[in-house]
């Protein structure tokens, strides 16, 4: 957990991070370029050997690979840094691996939950949350992407919605539009 303080009374329900699962596209398309660059790379060796290019193929070379290398390393930073945390009072995701970056929403706002399962969270035994919300600015969401347990986590999440909304004396509103 990120140390934030909590308000008083308020109290940590559940806190997770996203699996790598949620980044597999990315991964792949990462690793396509590692290949690549990979082909590439040998590529220029075969063809500069022994010509007065060869130490430029190999710079060419070495850098490739460690753009591709470091791409991957920083997605897999990227989603490492991500995590999200319910509390009796809001719901919190923290990101960023240098700069970091919080956002909340204070439980009676949400509106409603959605329960995600691409095939390849599924295959990797996880699943996502779509999390409706209304703030100043209107409707909008969040998602808590790739996590174990997401249907549980969800139900933790609806039951301290209510909680929250009937501590504060707080009734959803819908209006049709």
């Known amino acids: 957990m990120v140390d934030d303080p909590l308000a008083a009374g308020e109290k940590l329900l559940w806190t997770g991070r996203p699996s790598h699962a949620v980044a597999a596209r990315e991964y792949g398309q990462r690793l396509g ?7 590439v790379a040998v590529g220029l060796r075969h063809i500069t050997h022994g010509s007065a290019l060869d130490a430029t193929a190999n710079i060419a070379a070495v850098v490739l690979l460690l753009v591709a290398a470091l791409s991957i390393v920083t997605m ?31 439980l ?14 599924r295959a990797a035994g996880v ?15 969040m998602l808590i992407a790739a996590i174990p347990d997401a249907d549980q986590v969800r139900n933790t999440l609806r039951s301290a919605v209510e909680a929250c909304r009937k501590q504060n004396n707080v009734r959803a509103l819908e209006i049709e539009e």
């Open 76 to 106: 897999y930073l990227e989603v490492n840094a991500i995590e999200y945390d319910i509390t009796t009072l809001r719901l919190r995701r923290w990101g960023g691996v240098l700069s970091r970056r919080m956002e909340e929403i204070e």
């Open 127 to 141: 699943s996502s949350i779509v999390v409706a919300y209304t703030d100043s600015d209107g409707h909008t969401s």
């Open 33 to 39: 370029f590692l290949g690549l660059a990979l082909i």
């Open 108 to 121: 009676f706002r949400v509106r409603e939950t959605a329960l995600e399962e691409p095939w390849f969270e």
